[in-house]
């Protein structure tokens, strides 16, 4: 059976590059094992939902080149989890409890003040179906939980039960499930967490791998036991360690921080996010990767390291810098048709240029340089006039190609008796307007007679 691996996010912002991570160890794996990948929204949160945050993960994941081979939306799969729930309910496995949020809370802080952990000690158990019925008089309605196959007969002795998994990036992990809550299943509004829906998809699916989080650990345990509860084979898991900002606070979908679409709006090329996404807090170095089946080979799960990584924007502009430094005019020509050049000298512009940019849409600004009108810095003293003019004077006749500049300050050299930074700097200045840029080689092609000699006027 071949690899079937999801990514399931929730439509309740934007995708960050934490989420990212999740979503390439995914994609990556799928690529590498000749496996699918399924795309799978988590909207059953009918409140925090939206739309147009799943067209955007969408976007965000295409952007990446992330193409799914199937799309589903829980918010369409309802009746898969009502019948899932009836089986659970048949089994006495699903139970309805009655407690406010206030009355759970003022319950953890009596356990915590008695040194005892914050466990449900399954009040609502003990229920009797008259006083049920008389808390739902009140206006109550039920949540419901999963009763925890953590016991012998009584389920209000709970005893030690491990469940163990071999974890595909952290090893053998033992969990006990005495030690956790039942986990509610069902809101008091009927509406679904992801942890009932999540089990019931990744068995109807295939999902033969899941790879998330190592905030989800002891989720598994949970689902583990939901797995078998409705009489389906677990997948195998993996949990990776999570992203932080550089000052250690972990990042949100809501807050826009770090988001791709920011990152993309940015001018960020793709596969410097995804290289760092994939990379930070892995063994070896952090460099920039040319596409995603190359950075699938960089993939090894047993390289993550066991500790959160810190995401720093500095290395994200060094990789991007160095990719976009080696991006051959193919991958750049239709974003530099959109700028005002003419296309017989758009290749030679970008292959001038893309050494100073460490964006692509830097390449705006020397555009403007070479083709437009500039601002010649003024005069520093009478010998930058006579330079200049000397400059003028000396520019080789005919048609300006690759060698014109070589000719030109040797021409300069040999009557001015200047050379080297004192001459090629103010020659640069004159052209360019800057101390600093690329080579003035290939650019005066560019720039062309006229516009030269305009400058060193």
């Not at 209000?156 to 090893?171: C, N, Y």
């Not at 066991?306 to 991007?320: G, H, I, M």
């Not at 520019?395 to 190609?401: F, N, Q, R």
């Amino acid at each position: 059976m071949s690899a079937i691996l999801r990514f399931a996010p929730s439509p309740t912002g934007r995708l960050h590059i934490g989420n990212l991570r999740t979503a390439l160890f995914n994609w990556l794996f799928a690529m590498r094992e000749g496996g699918q990948f399924i795309l799978r929204f988590d909207d059953t949160d009918r409140e925090r939902s939206r739309r147009e945050y799943a067209d955007l993960i969408e976007t965000d994941l295409r952007w990446i080149g992330i193409e799914p081979h199937r799309v589903a939306r829980q918010s369409e799969r309802i009746a898969l989890y009502d019948a899932a729930a009836e089986t659970l309910k048949a089994k006495g496995l699903l139970y309805p409890c009655y407690e406010t949020p206030d009355e759970l809370d003022r319950r953890r802080k009596r356990q915590a003040a008695r040194g005892l952990p914050p466990v449900y000690g399954r009040e609502a158990l003990k229920l009797s179906p008259e006083e049920r019925a008389a808390l739902e008089a009140e206006g109550r309605k039920p949540h419901w939980r999963f009763l925890l196959p953590n016991f012998k007969g009584d389920p209000f002795a709970p005893k030690r039960t491990d469940v163990t998994f071999d974890d595909l990036i952290k090893g053998p992990q033992t969990i006990d499930l005495a030690s956790l809550s039942d986990p509610v299943l069902i809101r008091g509004d009927g509406s679904y967490l992801y942890t009932l829906p999540s089990v019931v998809d990744d068995a109807e699916m295939g999902v033969t791998h899941i790879i998330r989080g190592d905030d989800h650990v002891t989720n598994t345990a949970v689902q583990y036991a939901l797995f078998e509860a409705l009489g389906a084979k677990a997948p195998v898991f993996g949990h990776h360690n999570l992203l932080t900002t550089v000052g250690g606070e972990g990042l949100s979908k809501r807050s826009g921080a770090l988001s791709l679409e920011t990152l993309r709006d940015e001018g960020f090329e793709p596969m410097a996010v995804a290289s760092l996404a994939v990379l930070v807090g892995m063994s070896g170095s952090i460099e920039p990767v040319s596409d995603l089946e190359r950075l699938s080979e960089r993939l090894n799960f047993r390289e993550v390291s066991a500790s959160a990584s810190k995401f720093d924007p500095a290395e994200l502009d060094r990789l991007n810098r160095e990719i976009v430094h080696g991006l051959e005019f193919e991958a750049v020509a239709t974003r530099i048709a959109t700028m005002d050049i003419s296309p017989e000298h758009a290749e030679a512009f970008w292959l001038a240029v893309r050494a100073n940019c460490d964006k692509v849409g830097d390449a705006w600004a020397w555009a403007e340089i070479v083709f437009g009108t500039i601002e010649t810095p003024p005069l520093q003293d009478d010998g930058e006039a006579t330079f200049r003019a000397s400059a003028a004077r000396l520019l080789p006749e005919g048609e300006i190609g690759a060698e014109t500049f070589k000719e030109w300050t040797a021409r300069i050299k040999s009557e001015t008796g200047v050379k080297g930074k004192a001459l090629f700097l103010p020659l640069r200045r004159a052209i360019t307007g800057l101390d600093h840029g690329p080579e003035l080689g290939p650019l005066l092609p560019l720039i062309g007679r006229e516009r030269l000699l305009a400058r060193l006027q």
